[in-house]
């Protein structure tokens, strides 16, 4: 059976800080995959999409940046954290871009 | 660009009662429509697809699709108080996007 597992659960960082969030496949080959934010209060945005290993779109400027090393790893990240990337942070995969879009537990992200 | 807008914001229930959620879209070319619910701010657990105007109906969660009408409800047959949660409407941005808009969600409170 196909898990999603992503890390850390949640996070308190200082602005201007450095982040780096990550999300883990297993269970399934070659998948699509993605990242989504959802501000507090706010509607459940898509941030990137993966289909196939060093290949990432972005679809929202977040001033955030996605990598995919691996088939089953998705990372998030960036240099320098604002205010404004406070929320939670969620990862999917599906089967092809028009397949279900299965979703991880989250990251809630808190700057200070 | 595709938009969506749930209704209503919030709604409370009895248990026993049905339930009735509404999504309406703005780009009506869209094949693909999903429910979504999330318990407090954890990850998303997809309940109904439908691809086609109709009827789709999985357990007590049944979505009618009125693409005419840029429509689509969710409906929840003998609600649970275990079914308090946020209800969110996905439609695919355009047929063969790869991008999922989200609606701002419906909190539904089922009572016993």
């Known amino acids: 059976a196909q898990t999603i597992h992503q890390w850390p659960v949640a996070e308190i960082k200082a602005v201007g800080s450095p982040l780096s969030l990550g999300c883990t496949i297993k269970?399934?080959?070659?998948?699509?995959l993605y990242w989504y934010w959802q501000a507090t209060g706010g509607t459940l945005q898509q941030l990137f999409y993966s289909i196939t290993v060093g290949q990432v779109e972005s679809v929202v400027q977040l001033n955030l940046s996605a990598s995919r090393p691996k088939d089953d790893q998705f990372i998030l990240s960036t240099e320098k954290l604002l205010l404004s990337h406070s929320g939670f942070y969620l990862c999917a995969w599906s089967l092809g871009g028009g397949g279900e879009q299965y979703f991880g537990p989250g990251t809630r992200l808190t700057v200070l | 660009q595709q938009k969506v807008q749930q209704s209503p914001e919030s709604l409370t229930v009895s248990e026993g009662a049905m339930a009735s959620l509404n999504c309406t879209f703005s780009?009506?070319?869209?094949?693909?429509f999903r429910w979504y619910r999330q318990h407090s701010a954890k990850g998303l657990e997809v309940l109904v697809s439908?691809?086609?105007?109709g009827e789709k109906e999985e357990g007590r969660f049944t979505a009618h699709l009125n693409r005419a009408n840029l429509h689509v409800s969710l409906h929840i047959r003998e609600p649970q108080p275990s079914d308090s949660a946020v209800y969110l409407c996905a439609v695919r941005a355009s047929s063969g996007s790869w991008q999922l808009i989200f609606g701002s969600g419906t909190q539904l409170t089922v009572m016993p």
């Open positions: 439908i691809f086609s105007d």
């Open positions: 269970g399934k080959s070659s998948p699509n």
């Open positions: 780009d009506g070319t869209s094949n693909n």
